[in-house]
């Protein structure tokens, strides 16, 4: 895809980090996921599933302005930053219009390719404060976007927030090798 990979985008995202606590407005972390990819790389093979992610690196890209980064977070997950995203609602517009981009078909060597994405954004703001938090964040909100449907956008909030700390302290508590009584 000819992306920055992970490294890359930490160390983005540090710097975004640093300007946010400077500058006081929130930095966006959209995380993207190509709806129901796994059949589809299972269906065409490695080298076909790697021009379909590179037209979508690609029309994401054109939607981009000048300073946001776009890097490859996974096999089928790309991570999308913007500085200085001005409120809430700016990074749901940032999102949407990134993860509607695919929406038309690709077309890649000759073949209409119909895919959607999911997103999840999150932003930097009091109680965040590591880049892990932020990436927890957003993949929360990843997960929400998938569990209603797919194919839309889901920003991190309060909401979510209550119900990720439900859910980890569940997941904790049940955790097999963990002890009680003790």
Do not use: Y
Request: charged share 30%; glycine share 8%; net charge neutral.
């Amino acid at each position: 895809t000819d992306l920055p990979n992970k490294v890359v985008l930490i160390d983005r995202l540090n710097h975004a980090f640093e300007r946010a606590a400077r500058s006081g407005q929130p930095t966006a972390l959209v995380i993207f996921d190509i709806d129901h990819f796994g059949p589809i790389f299972d269906a065409v093979g490695p080298d076909m599933a790697e021009r379909l992610l590179s037209a979508v690196a690609k029309r994401l890209q054109a939607n981009l302005r000048p300073g946001d980064t776009l890097a490859r977070a996974g096999d089928d997950e790309f991570a999308a930053v913007r500085d200085d995203i001005g409120d809430i609602r700016d990074a749901e517009r940032f999102a949407e219009r990134l993860r509607s981009c695919v929406d038309d078909p690709l077309v890649v060597d000759g073949v209409e390719w119909f895919l959607s994405l999911s997103a999840g954004v999150a932003l930097t703001q009091p109680g965040v404060t590591t880049i892990e938090g932020l990436f927890r964040n957003s993949t929360a909100a990843l997960d929400r976007a998938k569990e209603a449907g797919r194919g839309r956008s889901v920003v991190f909030g309060q909401a979510l927030k209550e119900t990720s700390k439900r859910r980890s302290t569940t997941r904790r508590s049940n955790h097999p090798l963990r002890t009680h009584g003790r």
